[in-house]
């Protein structure tokens, strides 16, 4: 199976069986066929089917360990190689699922695993999470097919699920119960299973298009199997989401508590720690509120924020930092505004999660600056517990402004420009200082997506940039890469400087690069990369080509199959 395009470690995919073409998220009896269980003791080879199960025993996921054993042993001497699906009987053990694996697919190659029991260990929230991804990152080119009901669809697909079984989906014709957008809360008497089933898998299939799966899923919340499910898996596999999660492009909506949760936050919040790295000349830094529209300098709020400072500090406001305060993101530096594209419930009540994530984070940041300059909030609500608690955590003192009805009003605005005077600041600028801020914005867009260090290498100070709106940066009259609102794109030659500064987001080859590179030609890759990252594509240490990677870095290693970058430029 070929991945297309990911959200999370949901995926759209295109397998190939003989002669058939489909793509997944899938349904069986719908897009292909499966055989039967094929038992052990009496094996037959359905040749007839699109994917023929391999001979497995029946073991239900209570079974004791000393039958375990005596089956798996009997399993290990199947003849699996006239078979391309391998039965999965889940048990509660799960080191004997990962032993099972590592013996049978260290042999053979299949094209897909039927992962039995699901109706049951689905309900044990962490096993079910657990199960999946140590499939998924065993092969990723396998398909992973279970047999859950439609409501459960969205989630699945989500945690790595490729296709369904529909044939238990008869019983519910049985029981002449219909199924409705709110089952199994609610049902109606009326036999639709499998058009449910397939009007649900059609919704997954267009979110994942969209870019849109999460969304779906936090929308299809019907039982506490849902909500235990996604919060294991955000709690506890936030790195498994993450690392198939492609990088943001576009708004996140954030509707429940769980959103606060998503690998995008969780991302974000690790970048502003690893990637962030204030400008050198900042001599006193300010903390405001976010604002409901984006980016925030175009609101009316930091407007008038803006303006406040422009008014008592002058062109010193070149010497002066800012960070955002918001919620789920935590901090915002200014340079990274146009990258936290989301929208989110605001009422003025946060979380105590929110509050004390955002706290957290904040202090980590504060840490970034020197200690002898002055922090200055300019915050309500919520936002002064953040700071107040940031303050504790970090040591670092701050000083607040009088706020009263809001902080755009005339009282409040004027208290900004109080502090300000009080604090007797006395920023020397000069015209070097205007243009290291204007090189500063783009650079840290580049430390955003490659690292620190990226940006540097990009736009140096001797580079030279064109342009007005988009703005072309040239080293050596060659160029490096193009800006526009937070929206980078980069060269060849610009990605040979950033590998040499930052030894990242490379895809190493060992052939002349003629078109896209699929997976089983890469030779190593970063770890780091993400599903729609700008990769440099290096042979022999100089890149040969820039494109946006398909696959995860490490996804990249393990596939066998499928495009790892779809390359857009080659040197």
């Known amino acids: 199976m070929e991945t297309l395009k990911h959200e999370g470690p949901g995926r759209l995919g295109l397998s190939r069986v003989n002669d058939k073409v489909f793509k997944t ?78 013996e049978v697919l260290s042999r053979e190659s299949f094209d897909a695993v039927y992962i039995g029991n699901s109706k049951i260990f689905v309900k044990e929230y962490r096993k079910f999470v657990e199960v999946i991804r140590l499939i998924r990152e065993k092969d990723p080119n396998l398909m992973l097919i279970i047999d859950l009901e439609p409501f459960f669809y969205p989630l699945a697909v989500y945690l790595g699920i490729d296709a369904f079984d529909t044939r238990s989906l008869k019983l519910y014709d049985f029981h002449k119960k219909g199924f409705t957008q709110f089952s199994p809360i609610l049902w109606k008497e009326e036999e639709n299973p499998l058009e449910f089933a397939k009007d649900v898998i059609g919704l997954v299939r267009k979110a994942l298009e969209e870019g849109k799966l999460r969304y779906l899923v936090e929308n299809f919340f019907y039982t506490q199997v849902h909500t235990g499910v996604l919060r294991i898996a955000d709690k506890e596999h936030s790195d498994y989401l993450e690392k198939y999660t492609p990088i943001q492009k576009d708004t996140v909506y954030f509707i429940s508590d769980a959103s606060q949760n998503r690998p995008e936050v969780i991302r974000w919040r690790q970048r502003v720690i690893e990637r962030f790295k204030p400008p050198e000349n900042v001599e006193a830094l300010f903390l405001f509120p976010c604002s409901a529209k984006k980016p925030y300098s175009h609101s009316r709020s930091h407007i008038l924020y803006r303006k406040a400072l422009k008014e008592s500090l002058g062109n010193g406001i070149y010497r002066v930092h800012e960070l955002i305060l918001t919620s789920p993101f935590g901090v915002v530096p200014r340079e990274w505004e146009w990258l936290a594209k989301y929208d989110i419930v605001v009422t003025g009540h946060w979380s105590e999660e929110e509050i004390s994530s955002a706290a957290e984070l904040l202090a980590k940041t504060l840490e970034k600056y020197p200690n002898h300059i002055p922090i200055i909030a300019h915050l309500d609500e919520a936002y ?51 243009i290291y801020r204007f090189y500063e914005n783009i650079r840290k867009v580049f430390d955003f997506y490659f690292g620190i260090g990226a940006g540097d290498a990009v736009l140096p100070e001797s580079a030279k940039i064109k342009g007005s709106k ?96 779809k390359v857009r430029k080659k040197a």
């Open 25 to 102: 998220p899938a349904l069986v009896n719908i897009d292909f066929t499966l055989s039967p269980f094929n038992s052990y003791f009496y094996p037959k080879d359905f040749g007839e089917y699109d994917f023929n199960l391999a001979p497995s025993i029946p073991l239900s996921f209570y079974t004791p360990r000393d039958i375990i054993e005596k089956a798996l042993k009997r399993l290990y001497e199947v003849d699996y190689s006239r078979f391309n699906a391998l039965y999965l009987p889940v048990v509660r053990d799960l080191k004997y699922i990962n032993e099972f694996l590592e």
């Open 384 to 434: 002064v517990e953040v700071a107040e608690r940031a303050s504790e955590i970090s040591g670092r003192e701050i000083v607040f402004t009088k706020v009263k009805n809001g902080t755009t009003s005339k009282k409040s605005l004027d208290s900004l420009k109080e502090t300000i005077k009080e604090l007797d600041l006395e920023l020397m600028v000069g015209k070097e200082d205007r």
């Open 470 to 565: 988009m703005l072309r940066i040239q080293v050596d009259n060659q160029q490096t890469g193009t800006y526009q609102d937070g929206i980078i794109s980069v060269t060849p030659f610009g990605m040979q400087r950033i590998y040499e500064a930052t030894k990242s987001y490379y895809v190493k080859i060992d052939f002349d690069l003629r078109g896209d590179v699929f997976a089983i030609g890469v030779n190593e890759a970063d770890a780091k990369i993400r599903p729609d990252d700008i990769v440099g594509v290096v042979r022999d240490e100089k890149v040969v080509g820039v494109g946006k990677a398909i696959l995860s870095g490490e996804e990249m290693i393990k596939a066998r199959r499928g495009i790892a970058v």
